[in-house]
């Protein structure tokens, strides 16, 4: 009881602290920090209710998020919107090293030898995935485009540009929740393996789609042009830039653990921050780059161990801000606008998500929990698929406004079912707690360490 | 690859290497030099270089798009100095060291901010305002009083001082930034530039809500700290927590360190769990106070006339008020006493706290002043890290040091 009136104090402060502000310019960033600070603590015991409900705690930063965002209290009063959008702009460096540090961690988090075992499991599903979600996904638009009144005024092949930029995205997935849910749950098994093993592969296959996706949408959109072959430099210069970079930083941090082996989190988070400032000076992806160093960290050096504890360090406060940011960031107004066809969009990929992952596991010959349950894993969207529709938004003038509203309607849906089900997969799969009775019992919050039996090399 | 992006790749290389080189190689450095790098004012330098001003690798916007980390820290900052009050603790200790300590702040104060008065008065440009030139001078004399407790404890540790000398040092270097930061936190309240529209705050009530924000700060901290052992949980909470007061505080162009400072204090003296929140927030001090002492770096200026002029009689003025203010205190409050009458000498450090207070000023005023006051400060801080030491052994070793 004594928290809530807390809480309530501490709004009814963060409410009195805008009313009171006073008209000269203040420090850059206050507003932020103190949106930032109450959205913390109420992220978290909003997590922890969560969780008591058989939910992972991310579903309660998102909520908590969505709720103290832009548009929803704003319907009461615009005072009580905590998180508004120039909040939610200013915390964009910390939301992007938020990102760096939870791909490092994916990219750590995945073994070779691991992945010797799966490998045909990866290779198919992803195929699949990328076959069937695509195609199924352009087609669903086709189908229903002159019936819904967003998309009924576009010509043809203004249309087809529209289905197929969707579907391009559709076939991204969200690796932060993925490793979210990992670190909160501690599952252990084929499912684990294999979807966290796509989720960091896909990165790639997905940046190579969605580029070759708008080179074409664009020479349907502006018949005249010709296909722009400087985008598939760019797509090489994206994809191999970023995995040189990648392994650049991930020989860094081996020679500054095995040289200094000191304030080693502090270094993850220089190499965070270096990683997105340089991705985005040279229009890299630090997605990809995080993973690559991570990813190099675990597989080639002996300091994959302190690299995993290093992150662990900021773990909790990294998942709390990105999520609630994310939830903060999801256009309610987009959903409000398109609901049927976002829905219908929403769920005909969770269709062919799992059509395609059952099959590609199937003629894969994967165990049958991975047939059966890792579909659970790729339906949560995030921030790679908000970075597609902002790149849309841009380069597709002309029909960029619709898809967009669409993206940012499906992103809402996906990101609110995605982790609860994920969850469930992994329970049904019977993954959570495998690591160990400790882990079953208290998974507690993401980013605890993980047990040590877990981190063992194989 | 843009000639910025290299040259950052090539400066962070460096430090890499210099810093482990530095800081963990088994080489003794000189006195003074060792200081620099153990109290981290090597990254004072860095940010120097970098900044929008040098190299201007940390650009304006890198420097903006930090303005959360930056309220943050002076928060933490802030709150941890605050935990240090807890009065069951404090009513112990003698009151004759509070009296001496809290002389040689405001004797430091008084001469500096009197000192930076002329010489700001002189050099101010036509647009700034008599409050503007107060602030900026007050604040310039806040910065002179305090003196950072890690500096003056490696001093004690490297130097080989005396007991006393050594324990008297750590106890002054604790407590004489309070008068200070109280005197920041009352000239943030009753300069107030402007009031809310269609309202009538006056400077007093200002204080008072400045007060009651740090009161409350520490009331709520002390309502949610989780009850359970998990150190994330915790940090995550104490992190929430300060990020709210010290941006509640900075929204309203109130000083977010007199507010947390205050909330820690309540904090310490409701809690009983303050001895592990003050081990968190030491150990999680480290990243915020690297981006700290970078973005505070990278607000100097080279600016020849402030630097060859007013830095060097603003070192010298302080130096001899520490000292002076020491002697002074001694004199009024222990009579004789086995502590070294020059024991000032050996509260020239500048650390956290003192650039805290330039970092908010320049973040927080727009005139010109304010980024002369964090010139000032922040060469202050590096030069009298690499000579302080040197002066305090030679002064203070002449009675009993090896």
Redesign the interface.
Known sequence: M??L???A??FA??VA?????????????????????????LS?FAGTVSKRIGLPAITGYILTGVTFGPHVLSHLSPDLVVLTKQTVR?????DSLALGLIALTAGGELRLAAMGRIWRAIAWIISAQVVLVFCGVTAMILAVWTFTPLLAGLAWPAALATALVLAGTAVANSPATVIAIMEEYRPKGPVTDVVLAITVFKDVVVITLFTLVLAAATVLLQPGRGFDAASLVQLAWEVFGSLVVGLGLGR?VV??LR??K??T???M??VAF?AV??AS??HLSGLLACMVAGFYIENFSRQGEALIQALEHH???IY?VFFTVAGGSLNVPALQLTWPLALLLAFTRLGLTWLATRSGAWLAGAPRAVVTHSWSGFIAQAGVTLGFAVVVGRRLPGVGDEIVTLILASIAINQIIGPVLFRLGLGWAGEIGAAGPEEAENA??P??PLHDADRARP | ??L??VL??AV??AL?LI??RL??GRRRLPLGVRETVQTGTAFLVLGALLGPHALNLVTERVL?????????GL?WIGFLYGTHFEWRLVRRLPRAFYGVGFTESLVSLGLVAGLGAVYLGLVADPGSTPDDLAVAALVLGVCAAGTAPAGTYLLTTHARLRHADSHALQFFAAVDDLPALLILGFVYAFF??????G?Q?AGWQWAL?TVG?GL?GGW?MH??FPRGT?V??N???L??????????A????LS?LFVSVIAGMVFANLSSRKESVYGMLADRE??LY?VFLLSAGALFRFDWTLLLGFAPAYIALRALAKVGGAWLGLRLFMGPSPIHPLIGSGLLFQGGLTLAIAV?LE??H?SALPHQVATIVVVAAIINDLIGPTIAARLLGRRGSR
């Open positions: 004594s928290r009136v807390a809480l104090l501490a402060l963060v602290a805008r009313l009171l502000t006073v008209a000269h310019p203040t420090t850059p960033g206050s507003d932020a920090a103190m949106a930032l600070g109450f959205v913390l603590i978290y200013d915390l964009q460096l910390l860094l020679e500054y040289r200094v000191h304030e989190p502090l270094m988070l220089a270096l400032t340089i000076e040279l773990s909790l406060p709390v507690a919050e980013g605890q | 690859m843009e910025r992006t950052l790749l962070i290389a890499v810093g482990s800081s963990f903006e798009q930090l303005g959360p980390v930056i309220v943050i928060g107030h530039p402007s009031l809310p529209e309202g705050v809500i924000m409350l709520l309502l949610v998990d994330r949980v940090a995550l909470v992190l929430g927590m300060v990020s709210l007061g010290a941006g509640a900075s929204l309203l162009r977010p480290q990243e690297v908010n973040r927080t727009v």
